[in-house]
């Protein structure tokens, strides 16, 4: 309410002698207040320029988003309301959250991490051992056999794409020159089961088993490849639900992404110092820290199988007695010294943060109740914990304590709950608000080419005005309906669920790009597929597109919306009839438009320590070298890329994008 009248204020009074001093105190007072409250300000006191201000592409309103005919600017999502009763030192909370999402020990394998699928404009643009043939969904959709390149490691080319060949791209209804339902995805971990973490050890240690879902050549492992494809990470905390179907909800209960609709989940609280309680917790606007519980135990992307998040937080500790220093973070990694949130912890030319344990970080960033405590938790064969006492040593970190696999520290088991709010305050850095499209909202005219003009005048008005009706599912400025913004008073546990059910809050059935017997997405079945409307910002940076990566280009993309969609043989829409220059228009504004330069050349917030990636194997499709291991069924030598450490100022020459398209 105070920034209400302070902005009456403002406009009151700004042609009088007077508002040459109440304009400054007024616009002093609403940013400081509106801050404060955790957010940043988009008083938009000048109107949009055409044609932002007569949009015809409309969603239906909303509560938060009235007047999508007339849309704010990019404003920031409000932190959890109540993340205070966790945090201690945000500044902490955010070098925590950056280093565990970079670091490679975080993968059973000491190899894969969040990052291994987001590195390149939070996306991933690799192109060998990416193709997943239809396995890890339903397991009565369940399909081991590779179509496109005709086995595992397979490395793609341009000329596989689009997935949905038609001999006439403008014509749905023209011959089907080929057609699969293999997805263009990102390669993660090979198939083994956990038989332990050791702490102060990166690798777990697991015993590989023969591949059920196909990845295999000539009978020897090969790294899995996830079942959709990875979306970026930039600018996800706009998103009210994450993943494409949704399934991380937008409150995070400390343990997994399934939010306040799993009333077990508990976290320990110390309520004293020798006495445990097991808690539920509820943080709002935390759909990222949901996000964050379930990749690190995907067997497709960072775990073995069987792997907790209690047994994670335990390898990054050190036995009493033994010769085992604890993992230090990023310690098989270089960190750039201008690394705009580690660069002050770098050390420089050796890898590794001068922050010597996570156990650090969580002390420094969460209240004592959430991580101090003087008992320990027991899990038995079936999964139930226990809390016994321990022996006080005085020491408050966790490095030297001794304890049986079974046997967790309240440290260990609140890793899911310190892991979540931490990469969510990282991701949420990730915002690239600063595009050609934001400046020219902003009133700088001249920010967009008139190429790039018309392809906005293509994007926001509807068939009947000569546009594409882009904005009616990739609604600015998010460029998503399925926002935090327009789905305010919204829940997931609103009885219909219709956060998923209701298409206006940005999640949409049988759109068309492939058949619900390929995936359902939140369908839940073969017989409709459910699927939320992607976020644009980048899209120029983070080919392939859709959830099965089936398209490779933004001109595949523009012509099948152009055709009317239908490639998954169902439901058609309105064919748009776009001429060649508005299609060339429309890919100009989507591609260069919306491209912030920080996240094409890596300058801060989107700098990053060095990354080992897997990137196929040695070989192809046909053939693959074992690499030696003793564990079980033979793998194949990894063949690893180096992304190199980028400090706060970037890069000059950018990475090239998928395939070099």
């Not at 088991?413 to 934001?438: C, E, H, R």
């Not at 919306?594 to 499709?621: S, Y």
Request: hydrophobic share 35%.
């Amino acid at each position: 309410m105070l920034i209400l009248i302070l902005l009456w204020i403002y406009l009151r009074y700004k042609t009088t002698i007077i508002s040459r001093y109440l304009r400054p105190l007024a616009i002093f007072v609403i940013v400081s207040v509106a801050i404060a409250g955790g957010g940043i300000v988009s008083a938009q006191v000048t109107p949009n320029p055409a044609p932002l201000n007569n949009i015809t592409s409309l969603p239906l309103p909303t509560p938060g988003d009235p007047n999508p005919a007339n849309p704010p600017l990019l404003t920031a999502v409000a932190q959890p309301s109540n993340l205070a009763d966790f945090v201690d030192d945000q500044t902490a909370l955010l070098k925590l959250g950056k280093a565990l999402f970079w670091d490679m020990q975080l993968g059973s394998d000491g190899v894969q991490s969040c990052a291994s699928c987001h590195f390149h404009a939070g996306a991933d643009n690799r192109s060998k051992n990416q193709i997943n043939p239809g396995s890890g969904l339903l397991e009565s959709l369940k399909d081991i056999t590779f179509q496109v390149g005709g086995g595992a490691n397979y490395q793609l080319t341009a000329a596989d794409f689009p997935f949905h060949k038609l001999a006439d791209p403008n014509d749905r209804t023209s011959t089907v020159i080929s057609d699969t339902n293999d997805i263009a995805s990102s390669q993660g971990v090979f198939n083994s089961v956990l038989k332990n973490t050791v702490p102060g050890q990166a690798v777990d240690s697991t015993t590989s088993e023969p591949d059920p879902d196909g990845f295999q050549v000539n009978g020897i492992n090969v790294r899995r490849v996830a079942p959709r494809n990875s979306p970026t990470v930039i600018n996800a905390i706009f998103n009210k639900l994450q993943f494409w179907d949704g399934r991380a909800k937008e409150i995070f209960n400390g343990v997994n992404p399934k939010g306040a609709t799993d009333l077990s989940a508990k976290v320990y609280k110390a309520t004293k110092p020798k006495e445990l309680t097991a808690v539920s917790v509820s943080l709002n606007n935390s759909s990222i820290a949901s996000l964050v519980t379930g990749p690190l135990l995907s067997e497709f992307e960072t775990s073995a199988d069987g792997r907790t998040l209690p047994q994670i937080g335990a390898k990054f500790l050190r036995k009493k007695g033994q010769k085992i220093k604890s993992l230090r973070p990023l310690a098989k990694q270089l960190v750039d010294p201008q690394d705009s949130v580690l660069g002050s912890d770098s050390r420089s030319r050796q890898p590794g943060l001068k922050i010597a344990s996570y156990d650090q970080l969580i002390r420094k960033a969460f209240k004592k109740q959430w991580w101090k405590s003087n008992s320990i938790i027991q899990v038995d064969s079936k999964g139930t914990p226990t809390i016994l006492a321990k022996n006080d040593d005085g020491n408050e970190s966790e490095e030297g304590q001794t304890l049986p696999a079974n046997q967790f520290s309240l440290r260990d088991w609140n890793f899911s709950l310190f892991s979540g709010l931490a990469m969510q305050k990282y991701i949420s850095t990730l915002v690239s608000d600063k595009t050609p499209f934001d400046q020219f909202q902003a009133g700088n005219t001249n920010a967009l080419t008139d190429q790039e003009k018309s392809g906005l005048s293509v994007f926001v008005n509807n068939g009947v005005n000569g546009g594409g009706s882009c904005n009616v599912c990739h609604a600015i400025p998010e460029f998503t309906t399925a926002s935090v913004r327009r789905t305010t008073g919204v829940a997931s546990t609103d009885s219909t669920d219709p956060l998923i059910n209701n298409p206006t809050n940005g999640f949409f059935p049988n759109f068309g790009v492939t058949p619900a017997s390929n995936d359902p997405g939140a369908g839940k079945d073969s017989t409709r597929s459910v699927f939320k409307a992607p976020a644009l910002r980048n899209i120029g940076l983070t080919a392939p597109y859709m959830h099965n990566g089936g398209m490779a280009t933004l001109e595949q993309v523009v012509d099948f919306y152009n055709r009317g969609r239908g490639d998954d043989g169902g439901r058609n829409a309105p064919v748009l009839n776009l001429t060649d220059t508005q299609k060339a228009d429309l890919v100009a504004f989507l591609k260069n438009g919306l491209t912030d330069q920080r996240v094409l050349l890596e300058k801060a917030p989107f700098d990053h320590p060095q990354l080992f990636i897997p990137n196929g194997h040695p070989g192809n499709q046909n053939s693959v070298t074992a690499s030696g291991n003793t564990n079980g069924t033979p793998t194949a030598t990894d063949q690893l890329v180096e992304i190199p450490a980028v400090g706060r100022n970037g890069v000059t020459n950018p990475k090239p994008n998928f395939l070099g398209l």
